[in-house]
């Protein structure tokens, strides 16, 4: 027989919050019906319309303390039907043999099984007669998967936000094929710029001097030298590039590249967009400024796509309280971290800005990392081992 928290989370992860236009409405409604089932006070904000953020409240004895935020996305990547074994929404059952079920659906991993553990999680602290000392809210936010504009980074601007009065959050980590937990500190921060070279134009049977391919080749060349030496330094510190490193050093990719008007024609302009990631230990504002000296010199236009901000760090000192009670609850499970820089990016950076400590922390291990890929799945048993993981961490966070 089907448990009734799998049940649930099946019943979330069929809601096809799927970009480019996210159910957002039947998810809404959803959650009404958890926080109402729970006890859960149950609010809605909008940044954008018709794109909620989704608060819930579980009241602490003593609201004047910090609260705690359980914070997770709801919105899902698109997926390449054809290539999924069961259809990316059913979130087929299917067991694997050994008395454990596999659940397959975009989002699984990414990032509603953490949505649900907080919930499932909470539904069992109220059964048992708990009562928090702090308010806990959970937050449902859309749009992190294209930026989180509408999402986390206009909602911390609201009042209703700042009235929650918020001293810690959880966010979303990732899978670990190993047997410890990711827990991410701080993350990098995205830098897409564009290069947009001008050279002399002719036929395409000449021989043409300094040609905007030519001069933006050159300029893709210094980029992918300075990606190399990146890279060289962690396999010269850890012999292998690993998702627990890979934050420590900047990354550098062209993934775009446009011009020319016909084959035979030598164009006046090319350009390319490069997506940068930079490590939050370097200072992105000197970063740009030799990204604009490499842009000089090859006399190229240099657009920033991106928002410039500095990188932010939790701390994971034994002077933070809260990442002291997530050491605590982690040691009493048996289980250990890996403390690490996210390599790409989440709402914690909203958050971290904002000077709200955040930790980034999925019940995933022993799984394959399968986000925005096909046949995305998690195990009943790792989610029960969230839930129990949540319960006891929430428990812990809500009384300090």
């Known amino acids: ?10 019943e979330y992860l069929k809601i096809e919050t799927v970009h480019p ?53 709801t919105d899902v990547v698109p997926v390449f039907e054809e290539f999924w074994d069961y259809p990316p929404f059913s979130a087929e059952r299917v067991p694997t043999g050994d008395g454990d079920f596999k659940i397959y659906a975009r989002g699984s991993q990414d990032m509603k099984i953490v949505g649900s553990c907080y919930l499932e999680a909470i539904r069992n602290l109220k059964a048992a007669g708990k009562t928090p000392t702090r308010n806990v809210h959970l937050t449902f936010v859309p749009d992190e998967e294209i930026g989180g504009v509408y999402g986390m980074k206009m909602f911390l601007e609201t009042e209703f936000f700042k009235n929650m009065n918020v001293g810690f959050a959880l966010d979303e980590g990732i899978a670990n094929p190993g047997p410890e937990l990711y827990a991410f500190y701080a993350e ?15 036929h395409g049977s000449q021989f043409i001097k300094d040609t905007a391919i030519s001069k933006l080749m050159a300029i893709g060349n210094e980029l992918l030298a300075y990606r190399d030496v990146e890279e060289a330094k962690l396999i010269s510190q ?21 011009g020319g008007v016909q084959a035979n024609v030598v164009p006046e302009s090319f350009s390319a967009v490069f997506d940068i990631r930079v490590t939050p230990s370097q ?7 030799w990204l604009k000296s490499i842009a000089e010199k090859h006399g190229a236009d240099f657009e920033n796509m991106s928002e410039v901000y500095d990188g932010a ?3 994971i000192s034994s002077e933070n309280k809260y ?15 890996i403390n690490a820089i996210f390599p790409a990016a989440t ?41 129990d993981f949540y319960t006891d961490l929430i428990q812990r966070l809500a009384e300090l």
């Open 21 to 73: 236009k996210p159910d957002y409405e039947n998810c809404t409604k959803y959650l009404e019906r958890q926080a109402k089932e729970i006890g859960l006070e149950f609010n809605v904000v909008e940044c954008g319309p018709g794109i909620p953020t989704v608060i819930m409240t579980w009241k602490g004895t003593d609201p004047t303390l910090e609260s705690i935020v359980l914070n997770s996305h």
């Open 238 to 258: 850890y012999g292998e590039v690993t998702q627990e490193n890979l934050g420590e050093v900047t990354t550098v990719n062209m993934n775009i590249v446009n």
């Open 313 to 315: 760090f939790t701390d």
């Open 188 to 202: 990098r921060v995205g830098n897409q710029v564009k290069f947009t070279t001008h050279g002399t134009t002719g």
């Open 1 to 10: 027989m089907e448990p009734a928290s799998i049940a649930r989370f099946r």
């Open 323 to 337: 990442w002291m009670a997530v050491c605590d609850v982690v040691k009493s499970k048996g289980l250990k971290t």
């Open 347 to 387: 709402d914690s950076r909203y958050l971290r800005r904002a000077g709200i400590p955040a930790i980034g922390i999925s019940p995933l291990r022993n799984i394959p990392v399968l986000l925005h890929v096909h046949n995305e799945y998690v195990t009943e048993s790792l989610f029960f081992e969230g839930v």
């Open 283 to 289: 200072d992105i504002r000197e970063f740009n400024v």
